[in-house]
């Protein structure tokens, strides 16, 4: 398991990251959440050892950090790292043989992924030949190919189509089925929904939320309605317990409660006047709360 404990970290009078304790344990899935300038890249560089918190403990195992476990850390930057004129394979071999793997167990692991990942490509071929998205999955690759014990994954979805992004979320679910313990950080809050477990919510290096996903959901309550082939939204309007409400054009009429038990009074309005294909109340979504905790804590 690994431990932050009231993890600190300043650059001059900036605090990027504040008072931060989080748990990830074998086969979790944590994703950090936060604009950019949050603290989420320096976070992970300080439990790569990038450069030490100025306060505060992070532990592997109830133990410190050494040499020994980072090497079992698989970390993937935003700012790609590979090298753009060696082939696949040359460095690929390579980074596998600095965790202690031979060169033939990595050749067929490597080929493993790739085929799994659909990359477009050879080992054989100069990272230069490849497409973002294909430089991007050998990059992923890079990390999974050793087994690692944690994943470090910063913005891992960054500039991929949705078919390529399923990829690398079926290729990050298989190594949480494996034991892998994985942080990662992303601005697309429909793919925090498919992977995280748990989600700290960063804002200038404070944490304004954290928790399990299906906690967080319920904290904020089922307030949100959607409601499709009601026509008069001038009648929902003077009802009691309704927030706000917004339609665009002749879409489905978007609500927010002040409370779950207006929803019972809502239905019984709308649906007083005949059928209605869609009432739908239901919890936020994470992007709906990551916007409403932005706006709150700005």
């Not at 954290?210 to 003077?238: A, C, M, N, P, W």
């Not at 409660?257 to 019972?264: A, N, V």
Request: charge should be neutral; include cysteine; hydrophobic fraction near 40%.
């Amino acid at each position: 398991m690994l431990e932050l404990n009231s993890v600190r970290k300043r650059f001059k009078r900036f605090a990027a990251v504040e008072n931060l304790s989080f748990k990830v344990k074998e086969g979790e899935i944590v994703s950090l959440i936060g604009q950019n300038g949050a603290g989420k890249s320096t976070t992970f560089h300080m439990i790569l050892d990038f450069f030490q918190p100025d306060k505060g403990q992070i532990l592997w195992d109830s133990q410190v950090m050494d040499w020994r476990f980072r090497r079992k850390i698989g970390y993937m930057p935003e700012e790609r790292g590979l090298y753009q004129k060696e082939s696949i394979k040359e460095q690929l071999i390579f980074f596998a043989a600095l965790h202690g793997m031979k060169k033939r167990e990595a050749e067929k692991i490597l080929m493993y992924w790739m085929e799994k990942l659909n990359v477009v490509g050879k080992p054989s071929d100069k990272v230069e030949s490849l497409s973002k998205g294909n430089a991007q999955k050998i990059q992923l690759i890079a990390c999974l190919m050793f087994s690692p014990k944690l994943l470090i994954l910063d913005e891992p979805f960054s500039g991929l189509d949705p078919v390529n992004a399923d990829l690398l979320i079926e290729a990050i679910l298989e190594a949480k089925a494996r034991g892998t313990m994985i942080i990662f950080s992303t601005h697309n809050m429909v793919n925090v929904e498919k992977l995280a477990d748990y989600i700290i919510m960063l804002s200038h290096g404070e944490t304004v939320l954290q928790g399990y996903v299906d906690d967080v959901y319920k904290e904020f309550g089922r307030l949100s309605v959607e409601v499709e082939g009601y026509s008069d939204i001038s009648k929902l309007k003077t009802l009691p317990g309704i927030e706000r409400l917004n339609q665009d054009n002749n879409g489905p009429i978007h609500i927010r409660l002040q409370s779950e038990s207006d929803g019972k009074l809502l239905f019984n309005k709308v649906t007083s006047e005949g059928y209605l294909p869609v009432f739908n109340q239901h919890y936020p979504s994470l992007e709906e709360i990551f916007k409403y905790e932005v706006e709150v804590n700005r």
